[in-house]
Each structure stands twice: as structure tokens, then as C-alpha cells.
């Protein structure tokens, strides 16, 4: 599965499966949700590798396949006890960004060793556990 985030706007999923289209990847599913005004796009790929080319050559945003999406209230308190409860636990996070803000609302993409493991420890904050099993 491919996750890409970017601005929602009117043709985005279009120009994305345009360009799929064009190098002959098929969709097998196809799941959109918008949060904070970003869509965030959920592929299944007949060819996930070269799906990731061809999008990130494009010029998407498509994740990493060992990150996790959360919401968190307040980013840097809420941030900071996420990040230290899951060094605690033994989960290596190696980076952390803000995908989106809205008033006290941020999506944030945790790129760490175990998206399974966080997925299962903040069930109630996270978006998309990302993984390639």
C-alpha cells in the first residue's frame, strides 16, 4: 500500500491516477480521507515500487512505508510525551513532521522502526499506521 499526503483540491486523485495511468499501474483500491484540508490517499498498487516512482517523480508526497500519521491537540507537549513513551517502549523514532495545523489540531508523520507498535500503543490519535506487510 502507497500513502501519499497533499493539499485537497478538486482533480487531485485524477491527476494522480493520470499519472499512474500513463506507466500502466493498475489500482487495485483506492481509499481518500481529508484531514486538517490534506487528503490523505491510501493506494494498492498492481506494481507498488514503481507506483512510488512514478508518483514521487511526479512530485507527491508519498510516505515513507515505516511512518505513522497521528493528530495530536497540542503539538509540542502532546509531541514530546508521544515521543518519550515511545522511547520507553523500545520504538526507534528516526524523524518527525508536521503535515497540517488547524487552530490547536496537527497532523504529524512519525517515521520510526515499528508503525505497527505506535498504531497499537495511540489508538485513539492515530490516522494510518503505514507498512509494507
Known amino acids: 500500500m502507497l500513502t501519499l499526503v497533499e493539499k485537497d483540491r478538486i ?7 493520470y499519472e499512474l495511468m500513463k506507466c500502466k499501474i493498475l489500482v487495485n483500491s483506492l481509499n481518500v480521507e481529508v484531514i486538517l484540508g490534506k487528503a ?3 493506494l494498492t498498487l498492481s506494481d507498488p ?7 514521487k517523480d511526479a512530485g507527491y508526497d508519498v510516505l515513507d512505508p515505516r511512518s505513522t ?5 497540542r503539538r509540542t507537549e502532546d509531541l514530546l510525551s508521544v515521543t518519550d513513551m515511545l522511547a520507553k517502549i ?14 490547536e489540531k ?5 517515521l520510526s522502526d ?20
Open 11 to 17: 482533480g487531485l486523485v485524477s491527476d494522480i491516477l
Open 40 to 42: 490523505v490517499i491510501f
Open 49 to 55: 515500487e514503481r507506483g512510488r516512482i512514478a508518483l
Open 69 to 73: 500519521l497521528i493528530i495530536l491537540k
Open 90 to 103: 523500545g520504538v526507534s523514532v528516526q524523524k518527525v513532521r508536521t503535515l497540517a495545523e488547524s487552530g
Open 106 to 110: 496537527h497532523l504529524v508523520c512519525i
Open 114 to 133: 515499528n508503525p505497527k507498535k505506535i498504531a497499537g500503543l495511540l489508538k485513539g490519535s492515530v490516522v494510518a499506521a503505514v507498512s509494507l506487510d
